[in-house]
């Protein structure tokens, strides 16, 4: 697996899936079906992986990301406050030994998340993928300071990483925030169609409509790009750092999966 660059990734957007993509989920024959059954459709799959060079990486790091905070503020012409977010540009902008290792690890996370994630949609097909980042940053947050509710365009997957938090016993001892203290929530695909929507037994599997990934220094969370996500409001000790990244993962053979289709 290799990652290609950005012009390369712009023109590999030609060959896209098909546009209308037949149903694939198999349902039985009318002849074998059972007397009932249950299926689940759409699952949402998430990977969460750990760097194991961490503790070497993150106070390189750390540094690193204090020096371009102060030039890209000072450039921005902005103060420093309790939330700040990098440019884009991280992998062309951290040029350290220790970095070109973290990002061959999100190369090979991403590849065995995707291939665990589409094992039935590429019908064990063995493909050689290219993985491009559109776009890498780094997001620093204190005092309560929270990245609020969205979803991310131009790739397949997203991601976050964290570089630095306070350890788990006492960030989750914070007075107003608790458990939920700087974790990062997913919102399942329904969570829009929920709002004052009627709950009973009878749709309790919709519940919890949300999933809390603890923040750990190491910890690789990675997401489909269209789930909708929040950093929770985050105050501690140590300010929160965490890497983000968008990537889309073609095959070399080409994207299409299905043939075009008019039904
Ligand atoms: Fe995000």
């Known amino acids: 697996m290799a990652k290609t660059g950005r012009a390369a990734r712009a023109r ?61 503020q000072r450039q921005r012409g902005d103060k420093p ?63 309560g300071a929270f990245h609020d509710i969205h979803t991310h365009g131009n790739c397949s997957w997203s991601a976050a990483y964290i570089v630095q938090i306070d350890e788990p016993e006492q960030r989750v001892a914070h007075p107003v925030y608790g458990a939920a203290n700087g974790v990062t929530r997913l919102y399942g695909p329904h969570f829009t169609s929920m709002a004052g929507a009627f709950s009973d037994v009878g749709n309790a599997y919709l519940q919890p409509p949300h999933l809390d990934i603890e923040p750990l220094p190491g910890r690789l969370l990675l997401f489909p790009s269209w789930l909708a996500h929040k950093a929770m409001p985050y105050d501690g000790e140590k300010e929160r750092i965490i890497i983000s990244f968008n990537a889309s993962i073609h095959a070399s053979e080409g994207d299409q999966m299905h043939g075009y289709s008019a039904h």
């Open 12 to 72: 590999r957007s030609q060959g896209s899936p098909s546009a209308s993509r037949p149903t694939q989920v198999k349902t039985p024959s009318a002849g074998k079906a059972p007397a009932s059954a249950i299926q689940r459709l759409w699952p949402t799959p998430i990977g969460l992986h750990r760097y194991p060079a961490a503790a070497k990486l993150h106070p390189v790091l750390v540094d690193v990301f204090a020096e371009l905070r102060a030039a890209q």
């Open 81 to 143: 406050g309790p939330f700040f977010a990098s440019d884009d540009d991280l992998t062309e902008r951290v040029q350290v030994e220790e970095f070109r290792d973290f990002v061959r690890f999100l190369v090979s996370s991403l590849g065995e998340t995707v291939k665990k994630a589409n094992g039935e949609a590429w019908a064990g097909r063995s493909l050689d993928l290219r993985v491009g980042f559109q776009g890498m940053w780094f997001q620093c947050s204190r005092d």
